[in-house]
């Protein structure tokens, strides 16, 4: 089993709609959770964190998180063309450093 | 643009030479991580600093690999001996604490 799981896509959504990505972790030690975004040939870009169990909002972002189910999720309200990129859910271990990624969910918005 | 640059951004070599990858972080971020990946991946980690001092090494950094942050402020990143398996985005980021920033990385080709 891997450490993060995502699928990997392509998940297409029509433009103006929700996109809902997400992601399973196996480290019941894990702390906080990271959600990057990642355009072709380019680095990942940090989204937003989250660390207390229920929702974080930013704009157009929620990060949703449970962690009972070991699951972390990203919602993108009034999705966008510009949305479209590759998304990595991150975790970090309690008195660990490194992030463990999944290995993304690409995302296409249909304009 | 994050404020983390990495120097070069692109490096083509031949198998078997020695390359060198430099990180200059943000400059209060007292936090340095060196990530690799490939396509279709996630990062994984390899190396993280806080100042001066190298606290954490991955298993996947073989003895071909070292890092070093003199004086706690720039990283380098040294391959010995390039192999093919050694192609990748070599990314770079920096972190106050939690959030960790990415660099636009170097993407490394071995002939």
């Known amino acids: 089993q891997k450490e993060v799981e995502q699928n990997s896509g392509p998940l297409s959504v029509p433009e103006g709609a929700i996109a809902s990505l997400n992601c399973t972790y196996s480290?019941?030690?894990?702390?906080?959770f990271f959600w990057y975004r990642q355009y072709s040939g380019k680095s990942p870009e940090l989204i937003m964190f989250?660390?207390?169990?229920g929702d974080k909002e930013d704009g157009r972002f929620t990060a949703q998180l449970n962690k009972a189910s070991q699951y972390v999720s990203l919602l993108i309200r009034d999705s966008q063309p510009s949305d479209s990129a590759t998304y990595l859910c991150?975790?970090?271990?309690?008195?660990?450093?490194?992030?463990?990624f999944g290995t993304g969910t690409r995302l296409t918005i249909i304009p | 643009d994050t404020g983390v640059s990495q120097d070069p951004r692109h490096k083509i070599t031949k198998r078997g030479q020695n390359v060198t990858f430099r990180c200059d972080p943000i400059?209060?971020?007292?936090?340095l991580y060196w990530y690799r990946q490939t396509l279709g991946q996630g990062p994984e980690f390899l190396t993280y600093?806080?100042?001066?001092?190298?606290?954490?090494k991955s298993r996947l950094l073989s003895d071909r690999f070292s890092a070093e942050r003199p004086k706690g402020s720039f990283s380098t990143l040294e391959i010995q001996r390039t192999e093919q398996g050694d192609s990748a985005m070599y990314l770079c980021?920096?972190?106050?604490?939690?959030?960790?920033?990415f660099g636009p990385g170097t993407r490394l080709t071995v002939l």
């Open positions: 980021a920096s972190s106050p604490l939690y959030e960790q920033f």
């Open positions: 480290d019941r030690g894990s702390q906080s």
């Open positions: 989250i660390y207390s169990n």
């Open positions: 991150a975790v970090r271990a309690f008195g660990n450093e490194k992030l463990t």
């Open positions: 400059s209060e971020h007292n936090r």
């Open positions: 600093f806080q100042n001066e001092a190298q606290l954490e």
